[in-house]
DNA sequence: GATAGCGATGATAGCGGTTACATTTACTCG
DNA sequence: CGAGTAAATGTAACCGCTATCATCGCTATC
C-alpha cells in the first residue's frame, strides 16, 4: 500500500504484445552476464552456500539488472517436484475450509508454496478427479479434506510419492497423515450439554444428509449419546440443498410445528442456528428459557447474537497451521507418515442455551 | 458418492513408496504399446482430429491400460502455458470472493482449468509478489481483485502475454479487461435511499479504512452524495482490524453514544451490519422505526434477520461466471482486450430500512 | 614434493512433453 | 499414368532448468 502508486495504463495493442518486445530472460542469459555457467547461477539461486560469496555477487547483479524470473515449470519438470500444495476441499464458500486454506498458505506462502485449490463439491467422483489432476502437477504435497475416498482415488493417493494430509476428521490408518478433530463427539458433547441445561426433548436440524459425511457423523453421535442418556429419538428436519440461515429458519419452523414438545435444537451449523434464532423470536420462542439453540462453527457472529449462540468452536485456523507445520518437517523428509493429529473442539456456551 | 466405497487403508511403509514399484507411465510407454510415435500420441491427447480413428483407437487403449496421465508441467512447459488460472483475492476468509472463485472454477473446471489461488492479504506489495510468482507459472490466464495496483505490479501486467481480468471494481482503462461494478455508486444509491425513507441524519460504520480501497470508494460516494442532497457529513466510526460481527456491534454502539440523533447507518458490510443490527436490538433502539440499518453483500442471512436487512446485493456469482465466459473467448484468441463489464448491483429493500 | 582431500565451477545429459518440418501414403485429376 | 495435394505419421530440435559427474586449483598431510 504505503508508496506504491497506481500506474499509468494501456497495455499495449495486442498484436505488439508479448514475445514482440523483449523475451523473457532465460538463466542462460543471466550465467552469460555473470560470466559463469548456467550449473552455478542455479545453485546460487537455490543452494547459495555451495557458491562462492564473489560469484553470488555477480549472479545477484545479473538477475536484478535483467529482473530474472526462474521459469517454474522449467525447474519442476528437471526436479520433479514443484513448489505447489494441492489441497481439496468440499466447498469453496463454507468459511470453515476458507479460513483453514488462509492458514495453509499462510504458514507456507512464506516458503515459496503456491496453493492449487480444488473444489469436490463433495462429491467423491470430484474428488477423484481433482486428486488425479493435481498429482499431475507433481505438488509437493496433497492437503484433503476428509478421510474417506472412492476405491479410484485411494488407489492414486496410496501409489504416489506426494505426502498426502487428511484433515477435518480423525481416522485410525491415515494414508499418510491426518489432522482434525473427532466430528462425532461434537454430537456427543452437545448432546450432554443439553442434558446438563435440563432439556426434556430433543430436536435436530440437519443439512446436506448423505453428502456431507462430517456433518452425519456429527449427527450420528448426538442422536446415539441422546438415546443412551435418556432421552427418546431426536426430532429431526433436513433442509434440503446447501444450509442457509434461510433454510434453517423454515426447517426450524417446520421442526417445531411438528413437534412442539422440543425445547432444545441442535443445528449443523452456526448459519443455520442463526436462521433458527431470528425464527425463534419471530415466533415468540423465549431462547433459552422455553428453547435452547446451539449451532456449530463459532462463527463470528455467533459471539454478537442476542442471545449470545452456543456453539461449537473448531480448529479452522489451528488446522492450517498444524498442516503446514507438519508439511514443512514432512517435506523436508524428517518426521515419518502416520501420524495422526486431534486437534479437538470446544463447546462454547453462551446466551442460546 | 455413488457406488464408491470406502476403500482399504495402509500406505506401504515410506521406504518402499513411490518410484519404488512401477514408475509412472510416459508419454513414450503409450507409444510404444500403441506402435506409434511420440508425436502422434501427443496429437491423439491434444487435437485428436488430427489422427486417424484407428490409431486414435490404439492410443486410447494403451493409454487406459497404462492408466497414463500426461505430465502437465512437461507439457507445460514445451508448449510455454499451462492449464491454470492464477486468481488472486484480497482475503480467502471474505464470502464475496469465495463465490466469485467458486463461480470462476464453475465455469472453467470443464474445461480443464486449474485455478491456482493467492491472498494479497489487502496489501499491495503481496499483491506484487504474487503477480510475479503467478506468471511464473505461465498460466492461461490471471485474475486480479481490484484496478489499483502498485507500479511494479502495472508493469509486470502490461509486459506479459497472459490475458488478465481485473475484477470486483470498474476503470475507464483496464490493463485488458475488466469485470465488475461500481462500488462508489452503492454509498450512492444508499445515501439517496435513506433520504428517500426520510431519514434526518447519517451514519457510517466503515473498517479497513485505507486499506480496502473499494470500501472506501463506497464511502465516499455515500458521504459525497449525503452532503449533495443535503445531510451534514454522516457521523462516522471506523473498526479496527477485520470486519466482524461483534466489532461491528461495539463501533455501533459508539456511533450512537456519540451521535444520538443519527437514524440510519450504513454499514460497510452485512456481518458488520449484522452485529449493529443485535446491538440495536440490545440498546432498545427499535429498527426501522427508530433507527435504519443497511448493510453491503446481501449475504445469505440478510434475507433471515428479524427486521430483514436492506442490504446491497453484490454480483459475486455473477463476476465469476463473466469472468469464466470471457477467459473462454480471450483464452480461444477471439475477443480483443479491452472489454469492460459492468454487472451492477441491487439495492435490496426489506425490513431494517 | 607427491598425493590426497576439498571447495568451487563447468560440461552435459536428461526431465517428459510439443511442434515445425520432413516423409510417407492415398487419392484426385488432367 | 505421373504430377499434385491433402491427410496421417514420424523425426528431432527444443522448452528452461536441475543434477550428476568431471575438472581444476589449492591447501593439508606424511
Known amino acids: 500500500m504505503n508508496g506504491s502508486k497506481e500506474a499509468e495504463r494501456t497495455k499495449p495493442a495486442p498484436a505488439l504484445r508479448g514475445r514482440s518486445g523483449t523475451a523473457r530472460p532465460r538463466m542462460a542469459d543471466v550465467a552469460r552476464i555473470a560470466g559463469v555457467s548456467t ?102 504435497a496433497l492437503v484433503i479434506t476428509g478421510c474417506r475416498h472412492s476405491r479410484g ?105 411438528g413437534h412442539p414438545d422440543v425445547d432444545a435444537v441442535l443445528c449443523t451449523n452456526d448459519v443455520v442456528a442463526l436462521g433458527a434464532l431470528f425464527e425463534a423470536q419471530r415466533l415468540g420462542w423465549s431462547v433459552p428459557d422455553r428453547l435452547k439453540i446451539c449451532g456449530v462453527g463459532d462463527v463470528d457472529f455467533a459471539a454478537a447474537c442476542e442471545p449470545g449462540l452456543s456453539t461449537v468452536s473448531l480448529p479452522r485456523r489451528a488446522i492450517g497451521l498444524k498442516i503446514a507445520e507438519v508439511l514443512r518437517e514432512r517435506i523436508a523428509g524428517h518426521l515419518p507418515t502416520g501420524g495422526v493429529h486431534d486437534l479437538g473442539f470446544e463447546l462454547v456456551r453462551r446466551g442460546s442455551t
Open 153 to 257: 482415488a485411494m488407489r492414486a493417493l496410496l501409489d504416489t510419492d506426494v505426502p498426502i494430509v487428511e484433515m477435518w476428521e480423525l481416522t485410525d490408518n491415515p494414508i499418510d497423515t491426518a489432522v482434525g478433530f473427532s466430528q462425532r463427539d461434537i454430537g456427543v458433547a452437545v448432546a450432554r450439554h443439553f442434558k446438563e441445561r435440563g432439556a426434556r426433548r430433543l430436536g435436530f436440524v440437519g443439512a446436506m444428509h448423505q453428502r456431507d459425511y462430517r456433518a452425519d457423523a456429527r449427527r450420528a453421535g448426538f442422536f446415539e449419546t441422546a438415546q443412551s442418556i435418556g432421552y427418546e429419538p431426536p426430532a429431526e428436519v433436513q433442509l434440503p440443498g446447501l444450509p442457509t440461515s434461510v433454510r434453517g429458519a423454515k426447517a426450524f419452523a417446520e421442526l417445531m410445528a
Open 39 to 140: 550449473a552455478t547461477v542455479s545453485r546460487a539461486l537455490r543452494q547459495p552456500e555451495l557458491v562462492s560469496p564473489e560469484v553470488r555477487g555477480k549472479i545477484a547483479a545479473a538477475v536484478e539488472h535483467l529482473s530474472y524470473r526462474p521459469n517454474l515449470m522449467a525447474g519442476a519438470l528437471a526436479s520433479a517436484r514443484s513448489k505447489t500444495i494441492g489441497v481439496i476441499i468440499p466447498s469453496m464458500i463454507n468459511a470453515f475450509f476458507s479460513v483453514t486454506l488462509e492458514a495453509i498458505e499462510e504458514g507456507l506462502a512464506g516458503a515459496g508454496y503456491q496453493l492449487l485449490i480444488g473444489n469436490s463439491h463433495y462429491e467423491m467422483e470430484s474428488e477423484e478427479r481433482l486428486i488425479a489432476s493435481m498429482l499431475a502437477w507433481s505438488p509437493a
